[in-house]
């Protein structure tokens, strides 16, 4: 038996063990049957002994092979920790935060708790990559991103969730619309406008459609655009309406360009927090940016203008 163990035999031991099966095994590992009947046949001539009873297309372990299981399980695990652990570190040895986030905070918020996140660790390389909720929580699972800067998801999402701070949606309409002059909205003229929406598949949306459907209205979406920068402008042209936070669009109203006004007497509120894989300590420079977010994000929230409300 030599000194160390082949950790691709190890993972294909393990796979194997978890699904008895050669061609599942195989497919989850990207691999052909012949090569895991190889990697298993190479481990137990390594170990001395059988590890699998093998009973037509299935295969069961063995004590030997159940004794082996809880060694490999937790040396494949630490193996997966310092990889991690080295990755976080990044070239040469600098710490490495790589974060994942809508459109709309990478233009309003990190460019404020970034400028600060440098200044507090100068040396901490920072990737961001742009996503939904359901995108970002895949980064998540799959290792690609450490924290994500993100709506609440759902409670089977398998995430963490550290809350930051809550925003109110409301209407967005021009300047120049009939609601932005009057101040008033009434009613039945809600459900009467041309609507632009972002994405359908976003959470911001399904809460959008719940709110009204609760209200026993049904909006007349004329576009979905997943931009909030286009839906800003189309909006600001007099095409339409839209429904989103004051602070995505908080350079237009300061300007007078577009005009804020509660949905109704009952607000539509979202919760904003960080998301991290269970069980995982965050780093020092991750603690960092979960408190800059959660300042400068109740900053952004407080300094949208308030609007009279709706009939």
């Not at 590992?29 to 002994?49: K, M």
């Not at 809508?102 to 990559?129: D, G, R, W």
């Not at 420079?285 to 994000?297: D, I, K, N, T």
Request: include cysteine; charge should be neutral; glycine fraction near 6%.
């Amino acid at each position: 038996m030599s000194e160390t163990l082949d950790s691709r035999q190890l993972r294909a031991f393990v796979t194997l063990a978890n699904t008895g099966s050669f061609k599942r095994t195989g497919t989850e590992l990207c691999l052909t049957q012949s090569a895991i009947s190889h990697a298993i046949r190479g481990l137990e001539a390594d170990v001395g002994c059988r590890l699998f009873d093998r009973v037509g297309k299935t295969a069961a372990l063995t004590p030997a092979g159940e004794h082996l299981l809880h060694h490999a399980k937790r040396i494949l695990g630490e193996m997966a920790q310092a990889r991690a652990a080295l990755e976080k570190l990044g070239k040469w040895g600098r710490p490495h935060l790589r974060v994942a986030t809508s459109e709309a905070v990478c233009e309003a918020l990190l460019p404020t708790v970034l400028e600060q996140q440098k200044q507090k660790f100068p040396l901490c390389q920072v990737t961001v990559a742009s996503a939904d909720v359901r995108e970002a929580v895949e980064l998540l699972h799959d290792g690609v991103a450490d924290l994500v800067l993100s709506l609440e998801p759902r409670p089977d999402a398998g995430v963490e969730f550290i809350p930051l701070f809550e925003d109110e949606l409301k209407f967005l309409v021009s300047a120049r619309h009939p609601w932005a002059v009057t101040g008033r909205i009434l009613r039945e003229q809600i459900p009467t406008q041309p609507y632009i929406l972002y994405s359908r598949s976003s959470q911001t949306s399904r809460l959008v459609e719940h709110y009204f459907k609760q209200e026993a209205m049904t909006l007349l979406t004329m576009m979905e655009v997943g931009s909030m920068s286009a839906i800003r402008e189309m909006v600001s042209r007099g095409l339409g309406v839209s429904i989103l936070s004051p602070w995505v669009a908080r350079d237009e109203i300061a300007a007078g360009h577009l005009v804020a006004l509660p949905l109704g007497r009952r607000k539509l509120t979202r919760h904003w927090g960080v998301l991290h894989r269970r069980g995982r300590r965050l780093s020092l420079p991750e603690e960092q940016f979960v408190a800059l977010c959660r300042s400068e994000g109740a900053k952004l929230v407080d300094a949208g203008t308030a609007e009279p409300h709706a009939d």
